[in-house]
């Protein structure tokens, strides 16, 4: 027998580097040296860990109010009292053995048997092995899974899996969704500790607050299945799911099947294998939910809302802003639940601190192109959090503003590239990669300088100041001119391309100082008036090239 609660489960690192298994209880540890994170070999299976322990916290502190979470921010609980938390819910983490099995199948399957390592989103599908496609994620990677391997596979599959051939569901969020968590800042040289992370990420809600008879709508393995082999789909508000099922997904029907003991392919961990698992098709159709650690959006207020999904392993502060800071205009975006209460009086002014390292969000999740895991996201950056919530909304209209005009420069960048190095009326289609990468260069020359930006208005306490924006348009300008310049040299044994260069950084720059139409776009976004003068505009862009 398993249980995933009751057993040292999770594996962690310590403030001072040593590495242990804990169970649940125990990562509640306040001492000398408590978990800092935990420490799968998989950047996936981590942030599942995360989503896991958020979860069944949330099972078993209930907290319904801001008193509730300010009283666990506060003081850890004992472990012992935790322990006593969680025990009427171990039944239902029984990963083997007679009765429910944690997130498989109730009643349990029949059917061939596939190899374990098909749990693992990045194992290449059926028709990638054919092919030989396989070249960056290898097939045969871990023959056999421990269970405590095992488990964590099957609860990260259950939570992210994408599409997966006729019948087999997305998760409750779709294919590959973005997971945002809140980590609290810590004094210099220091982490914080793991379960301040977990309770940063508990969102109080009256859903929190259920009997004990509603776990088979929030533990669905305890239930038949609500397949979808007609037209079901299940939304968060049903009668048959309770809310809190955001964590306990099941849109997979898997059963696992034990062996012999061993030692585990990706942990070296002597225990019980997985070598083999049956699935069959139709599991829980999951409509519109709003998971509490990710982002949303919507295209118009009366439409339902689709999850964001990583495109690529980068986080620029584009997509910052696009999940951190909510927006009515144009795309309607819906941080994470857990990063909106973070950013709001009482849980702000909690996560501030006074530590000289501000809490940071991060940014996970698997980026995917149909059924094929494509690059796996995890990024961390600063949440920037205001004294009040007046300074706070200050800012982020000045963090959008600054994020718009960023990419008008960058398509200021690209038109001039055009122009700097192909002829009027070409179509250089074969060359996007270019101005891909081009693009790419130039906000990435912009990223400290966008996050250095808003704490330096933090620190002025002048959020709104017209300073910090002409100083953000100054680095915009520089970052394009010198891309432009990296991008197209002037070739000075070719007159005709050389004037073509030239010509088209006059008008680059012409546009970065407010002229013309070009220019009174990229200065709207930022509240500046351009220049009065077109003459002094074009004074100054005849100089330094």
Known sequence: MFNLLADPFFPVVTRRGARRWLSFAELADDGDDPPVDFD????????AAYELAVGVATLALRPTGASDWLRLWTSAPDPNALRERVTPFLPAFELDGEGPRFLQEFGGLVGDPAPIEGLLID?????GQKKNADLLTHRGRYPALGLSAAAMALYALQQFAPAGGAGNRVSMRG?????????????????????????????VDEDNDFDLDDLPKILPWLAPTLTSDGERVVHERDGDVHPLQWFFGMPRRIVLQVGSRGACSMTGIEEPLVQSFVQKPWGV????????????????????????????????????????????????????????????????????????????????????????????????????????????????????????????????????????????????ATDRTF????????????????HDTLDAMLTDGAPTGESARRAWLATLSS????????????PID???????????FKHLRLSLLGYGADGKKLFDPLGLAPPESAKTAKKGAGRGR
């Open 40 to 47: 799968w070999p998989r950047a996936d299976f981590n942030i």
């Open 123 to 127: 194992t290449p599908g059926a028709n």
């Open 175 to 203: 294919g590959g969704p973005m997971t945002t968590l809140v980590v609290p800042g810590a004094p210099p040289g220091e982490r914080s500790a793991l379960w301040r992370v977990l309770i940063a990420n508990l969102v």
């Open 285 to 428: 159709n999951y409509g519109e939910w709003r998971h509490p650690l990710t982002p949303y959006r919507r295209q118009r207020e009366a439409d339902p809302r689709y999850s964001v999904k990583p495109k690529s392993a980068r986080f620029g502060y584009r997509d910052w802003v696009s999940v951190v800071v909510a927006t009515k205009e144009g795309m309607i975006a819906e941080p994470a639940k857990a990063v909106s209460a973070a950013r709001r009086d009482g849980r702000r002014q909690q996560l501030r601190g006074a530590t000289a390292a501000g809490a940071s969000l991060r940014a996970a999740g698997w980026a995917t192109n149909n059924m094929e895991a494509v690059a796996y996201l995890l990024a961390e950056q600063p949440l920037h959090l205001a004294e009040s919530n007046t300074a706070q909304d200050d800012l982020d209209k000045a963090a959008i503003a600054f994020a718009r005009a960023a990419d008008e420069v960058a398509s200021l960048l690209v038109t001039a590239l055009r122009r700097a190095l192909f002829s009027e009326g070409a179509k250089p």
């Open 435 to 450: 101005f891909d990468e081009a693009r790419a260069g130039f906000y990435e020359a912009t990223e400290d300088p966008f």
């Open 479 to 490: 970052a394009a001119e010198a891309t432009f310049a990296r991008c197209a040299p002037v």
């Open 494 to 504: 070719e007159p005709k391309q050389a004037a073509r260069i030239v010509s088209a």
